[in-house]
Nanobody, 127 residues
Framework: QVEESGGGWVQTGDSLRLSCAPS???????VGWFRQAPGEGREFVAA??????????FYSDSVKGRFSISRDTAKNTVNLLMGSLKPEDTAVYYC?????????????????????WGQGTQVTVSF
């Protein structure tokens, strides 16, 4: 299981940090963040590989340079720091887990990659 937290209502230009807390050891997983706006499909936001996979990070073009994904080992969480927020960032944000295995190729932006999904946390950015 996995749980997201940290969503809320902010204004344009503000920052917000989302946290993803797996019930298992986070370092065992590649972790992705996705979002879904009303009436839209689920969209890839960011991902990071497990430490065993080099801790690589990936971002969609729409958030590159504004969002940052990182692990907090002490808290067993994977965080998404969102900066310079825009109204078009408004969505439900989901954390997803893919159990790391060295022999597998990781496709960070593919929904099918991830076996476990959280319930989502709402982020609303006003003008």
């Amino acid at each position: 299981q996995v749980e997201e937290s940290g969503g809320g209502w902010v204004q344009t230009g503000d920052s917000l940090r989302l946290s993803c807390a797996p019930s298992d050891t986070a370092s065992r997983y590649n972790v992705g963040w996705f979002r879904q706006a009303p009436g839209e499909g689920r969209e890839f936001v960011a991902a990071t590989t497990a430490p065993g996979g080099g801790g690589q990070t990936f971002y969609s073009d729409s958030v590159k340079g504004r969002f940052s994904i990182s692990r907090d080992t002490a808290k067993n969480t994977v965080n998404l720091l969102m900066g310079s927020l825009k109204p078009e960032d408004t969505a439900v944000y989901y954390c997803a887990l893919d159990r790391f295995a060295g022999f597998k190729t990781f496709y960070p932006s593919s929904i099918a990659t991830y076996a476990t999904w959280g319930q989502g946390t709402q982020v609303t950015v006003s003008f």
